[in-house]
């Protein structure tokens, strides 16, 4: 009857799993008051900023490349297809600006791996941080598991079903008991698991570490109303990230790695 150690594992995988799903998306929809220009002091119909957009669609790190970005396409920073950022103009016109610059350091000149990482630990980008958990756009910090973390343990809950049911049937059970019952027994927790999977698909997709509901709204319009002069492409940048960088040169500026060193 090792079989039903094994199935009992798999139950409480699936359940742990789905119910932090659901106190997530509780979570979620608790704290979002809907559609409309101002809800629940939520104000959905002002412009982001770069810097917000940035923010809501990446995360820290991104805030930190769109403003790379900004100063290199404005000729005061220049970003090597080498991996090297050089500032050219030292003074910064907005905090974030500034916060790039002081991650550069004192010398003028780093590897831009680094600089994304100390830029976006900033206490520039935490205060842009905190404006947009207060003003509803972002998700804070200590709101416990996003619907995407919650969702992907489900995912592995349903693989670790499909791991242990495998293994029940390949070990020695009791001659009155049918593998193929066995069998059955461990598809009830895959299928509830697939069932959370795809009502979380249709129901709260998709899934943003960043943004709350009322963030993903706001980005979505950005998204429709995308101009396309000069702005669009670090508008795109913020949306997207690195990956709409066009220029061969520029994206190997932040795609660069180094030789590993042979002796």
């Known amino acids: 009857?090792?079989?039903?150690?094994?199935?009992?594992?798999?139950?409480?995988?699936?359940?742990?799993?789905?119910v932090r799903l659901c106190l997530a998306a509780m979570r979620a929809a608790a704290a979002d008051p809907g559609?409309?220009?101002?809800?629940?002091?939520?104000?959905?119909?002002?412009?982001?900023t770069l810097?917000?957009?940035?923010?809501?669609?990446?995360?820290?790190?991104r805030v930190a490349d769109v403003t790379l970005l900004s100063?290199?396409?404005?000729r005061r920073l220049h970003l090597a297809h080498t991996g090297w950022a050089t500032v050219v103009d030292p003074l910064g016109r907005d905090e974030i600006e500034r916060s790039v610059i002081g991650a550069i350091g004192p010398e003028g000149q780093s590897r831009i791996a680094p600089v994304r990482t100390r830029a976006a630990h900033t206490d520039a980008v935490r205060r842009l941080a905190d404006r947009l958990v207060r003003s509803g756009l972002a998700v804070p910090d200590a709101a416990g598991p996003t619907i995407g973390a919650a969702v992907r343990q489900v995912r592995a809950?349903?693989?670790?079903?499909?791991?242990?049911?495998?293994?029940a049937l390949l070990i020695p059970i009791q001659a009155d008991t049918s593998r193929l019952m066995v069998g059955l027994w461990f598809l009830l927790p895959f299928t509830l698991s697939l069932s959370c999977l795809a009502i979380a698909r249709f129901e709260v997709h998709p899934y943003s570490p960043?943004?709350?509901?009322?963030?993903?709204?706001?980005?979505?319009?950005?998204?429709?109303?995308?101009?396309?002069?000069e702005p669009s492409f670090l508008t795109s940048v913020a949306l997207r990230g690195i990956r709409a960088i066009g220029e061969p040169e520029l994206r190997a500026a932040f795609t660069h790695r180094d030789a590993p060193h042979r002796e």
């Open 51 to 61: 810097y917000e957009a940035a923010f809501l669609s990446g995360g820290p790190q």
């Open 157 to 167: 809950a349903a693989l670790a079903v499909a791991v242990l049911a495998v293994a």
């Open 35 to 48: 559609p409309g220009p101002e809800r629940g002091g939520v104000v959905e119909d002002h412009d982001l």
């Open 210 to 229: 960043w943004a709350s509901a009322a963030g993903q709204r706001v980005l979505g319009a950005l998204l429709r109303r995308r101009p396309g002069d």
């Open 71 to 74: 100063m290199a396409r404005q």
């Open 1 to 18: 009857m090792f079989w039903l150690l094994l199935l009992l594992l798999a139950w409480a995988f699936t359940g742990t799993a789905c």
